[in-house]
């Protein structure tokens, strides 16, 4: 029995399988089935199943007690392989990837689906907007197609692993859909109520926020919106100080009555909007959370939740995330991950004697360079990945380029070949696309994930005078690229690994950001989900980068709740 087969939407409902060759075109009769779920389960012997879209198929086989071992996302896949031939934006769907094989019309894509609280994709349905139906040997042939071009990409057998991860890490985030987010809603009401005290009739803003706002007032003499910037911004220059935004670090910087309430208004206004009482009746159901992953939701391969803001948690709310009764979370951080990728990819001698030591990366550097300044240290190396090359920041890099010269011509290059239109490629293949503003990085400042935010975020730190400028924004973005994107496609293998060592296991993987994981787990077997994510972490290193000295540990903790980890 053939390893790899295609399946596909049948007309009139149903779906039709076919069994593929080597050369990914169909190796044997296209089958007829009446349940999508059926056609799975009756062949347990296939290993990788082929399909135009995971996110149309998955969750059903999941609803039905199915976990596929392996599939190939033809959608996601055809996303790759025109970025890395330079096509970025042209439609990715099945039916465009199949028209201009055969030179026809191209069809454009349908539109995005936004979630809605609490909403079931809609599967096979005809007239879906994630619905383009292909039939199943049209599909076979785009697949084959896509197989050729692999093998006229810069670095083939890369490109193929991409693809693969991607699609594996498309399986993780439909299980993760499925499983949900441990969630207790009645820790959530009383954080709320804790930090925002009682809710008024009528929706109106809650009591601590209500004191703030006339605090803040009072402050100004006058009446002042702190939820308006414009009002706030207004209110500073009548009191003789300027402004030019009201963000917590300039804020902070000045010497005003207002600034207090003003900056603790702002943290749980943004509290009550973002996670307040309405998000989580719309979000959280019989005890999970359950927003929409996506994987490769940026350019840069960095995962986004279509709904529920679920990569945006503060800190204070995550004591909300509790593990079930017997079971515990274990919370997995990659340790300095950004610099150690950058120390594979450039292949620094320097760097990667560093970056293979499971001790502080950033006190390893300052011993070298910075006179055993960790922070002075640690803000060159994310400095270099990020872009900051003015002031300080050009100093800084200085040193670190007598140090680690391949480390810092690497991001170099990859910025001056940003500047100059050129296409710049991850490690494995994943493509920045040549036009400026095209990245999820494209803010108007850009901040250095320096350590820990307190209102929650990804851990960026917004640094004055970091303004992005046109003419360099591209390179900039371009530099961070090959280092945040190689290590999107690193943790894409890791997420594999791991889900391939969990699979025996009554443990789940519920959340994933970035450089953390989080899996749910029966007590008794938190040790196993521990070593696995070592070994999976060690895995993903070779498979991504080669062999290499690079490690990549990681700082884990075993808690009953998100917010003891850290």
């Not at 060759?21 to 044997?28: Q, V, Y």
């Not at 009550?272 to 005890?287: I, P």
Request: with cysteine; net charge negative.
């Amino acid at each position: 029995m053939a390893d790899r087969w295609v399946l596909a939407p049948a007309e009139g409902g149903g779906v039709d399988v076919a069994a593929l060759g080597p050369d990914g075109l169909l190796a044997g009769p296209v089958l007829r089935e009446a349940d999508l779920v059926r056609a799975v389960r009756e062949r347990p012997d296939v290993t990788r199943w082929v399909w135009r879209s995971t996110a149309e198929v998955y969750p059903r086989l999941l609803a039905a007690g199915l976990r596929v071992e392996r599939c190939y996302d033809v959608e996601d896949a055809e996303t790759l392989l025109l970025g890395h031939e330079g096509r970025h934006g042209e439609p990715r769907s099945a039916a465009a990837a199949l028209a201009r094989l055969r030179g026809g019309p191209v069809p454009p894509d349908p539109a995005h689906r936004s979630a809605a609280p609490g909403a079931q994709s809609s599967l096979f349905e005809p007239g879906s907007v994630q619905s383009v139906p292909v039939p199943l040997a049209d599909l076979a042939e785009v697949y084959a197609e896509q197989q050729r071009r692999h093998g006229r990409a810069e670095h083939p057998e890369r490109m193929r692993l991409l693809t693969g991860a991607e699609s594996a890490g498309m399986l993780v985030a439909a299980e993760m859909n499925h499983a949900g987010l441990p969630w207790s809603a009645d820790v959530h009401r009383a954080v709320l109520h804790e930090l925002l005290g009682e809710r008024y009739a009528g929706g109106g803003e809650p009591r601590r926020l209500a004191e703030l706002a006339d605090e803040v007032s009072a402050a100004f003499g006058r009446r002042v919106r702190p939820d308006l910037p414009a009002d706030v911004i207004k209110a500073f220059a009548q009191a003789g100080i300027r402004v030019k935004s009201t963000r917590r670090w300039e804020l902070q910087s000045l010497d005003h009555p207002a600034v207090r309430p003003l900056v603790e208004y702002k943290k749980l206004y943004r509290i009550w909007v973002a996670h307040g009482w309405s998000w989580l009746q719309d979000w959280v159901r019989e005890g999970r959370f359950r927003p929409e992953f996506m994987a490769h939701g940026t350019v840069t391969g960095r995962w986004v939740t279509n709904g529920g803001g679920a990569l945006q948690i503060p800190k204070v709310i995550r004591r909300a995330v509790v593990a079930d009764p017997g079971w515990r979370l274990v919370v997995a951080d990659a340790d300095q991950m950004e610099p150690r990728v950058l120390a594979a990819i450039s292949r620094d001698p320097g760097l990667m004697e560093v970056a293979g030591r499971a001790s502080d990366l950033y006190q390893a550097v300052s011993e070298r360079a910075f006179s055993g300044d960790r922070e002075q240290a640690k803000l060159a190396v994310l400095g270099a990945v990020y872009g900051q090359t003015s002031g300080d920041g050009l100093k800084n890099l200085a040193a670190l380029r007598r140090r680690f010269p391949r480390a810092v011509a690497y991001v170099d290059e990859a910025a001056r070949a940003g500047e100059e239109g050129r296409l710049v490629r991850t490690w494995l293949g994943r493509t920045c696309p040549p036009a400026a503003g095209a990245g999820d990085e494209g803010t108007e400042e850009a901040g250095i994930p320096v350590g820990g935010d307190e209102e929650g975020g990804d851990g960026r730190q917004w640094v004055p005078g970091y303004a992005s400028s046109n003419a360099r924004a591209r390179g900039r973005f371009a530099r961070n690229f090959v280092v945040q994107g190689s290590a999107a496609d690193w943790t894409l293998l890791l997420l594999a690994a791991l889900r391939r060592t969990c699979a025996g296991l009554a443990a789940e993987l519920v959340f994933f950001q970035h450089d953390e994981v989080i899996v749910h787990c029966p007590e008794e077997e938190t040790e196993a989900v521990v070593a696995a994510i070592r070994e999976a972490a060690d895995l993903a290193g070779r498979l991504t980068f080669g062999d290499t000295p690079v490690r990549f540990p990681f700082t884990t903790a075993v808690v009953e709740c998100y917010a003891d980890a850290k």
